[in-house]
């Protein structure tokens, strides 16, 4: 795959560990990105939303991360229940990180780069995943009427094809390592929506 791209849902309602708990951090994550599979193989470039507490501090942020290093930006300047654009795509060998905005385009007009430094690794592939700090059982990325979304009806998550196309992509889950995480992937996975089934918010 040489790119993906695709508008995530920034949320701050739901519960998430306190600041009491884990050092005064605790974080959920809701990325796209491009990993390598390959077993023992751990290059990855992905950029999503972060709401974490940090210190005392709750706030949603932007990340970004690729194989070595890894941002974070726009904290506590995102908006509630509004799609934010991100993109990642192939060009002169490296792989380009970038976060588009609200306009709902990826035009570069519109899109900052975040990072550049990753070389293209082999064998890659798209995925797109919600996460929870490891030791943080709470509920987290919003309840069955109101879920965490990736991708919306009038914006597929899309793959980069070698023809430099992005048709929207057929998506295999890998399911939920937490019984009350639920994924849920509709148009073959065009968009996807997580919840968890203890939240009311």
């Not at 990105?33 to 470039?45: E, K, L, S, W």
């Not at 979304?149 to 390592?177: C, E, H, K, M, Y």
Request: hydrophobic share 25%; aromatic share 10%; charged share 15%.
């Amino acid at each position: 795959m040489d790119g993906v791209r695709a508008p995530i849902e920034n949320r701050t309602d739901g519960a998430l560990c306190d600041s009491s708990q884990f050092g005064g951090n605790s974080d959920d994550v809701t990325w796209i990105g491009i990993v390598c599979p390959n077993v023992g193989c751990t290059n990855i470039v992905q950029i999503g939303i972060r709401r974490l507490w940090d210190g005392s501090t709750r706030r949603e942020c932007i990340f970004w991360e690729n194989s070595t290093t890894q941002g974070v930006f726009n904290c506590n300047n995102l908006s509630d229940d509004t799609d934010y654009y991100f993109k990642i795509h192939v060009f002169n060998g490296k792989y380009v990180i970038s976060s588009c905005g609200t306009s709902g385009s990826y035009d570069p007009s519109v899109c900052a780069v975040k990072d550049d430094t990753q070389g293209v690794f082999g064998n890659p592939a798209g995925q797109i995943e919600a996460e929870v700090h490891w030791s943080c059982d709470l509920h987290i990325f919003g309840n069955s009427t109101d879920k965490q979304n990736v991708g919306i009806p009038t914006s597929f998550i899309q793959g980069l094809n070698d023809s430099g196309n992005w048709p929207a992509r057929t998506w295999n889950s890998q399911g939920s390592q937490c019984s009350h995480y639920i994924q849920s992937e509709h148009n073959q996975g065009e968009t996807i929506q997580f919840y968890d089934t203890r939240n009311t918010q």
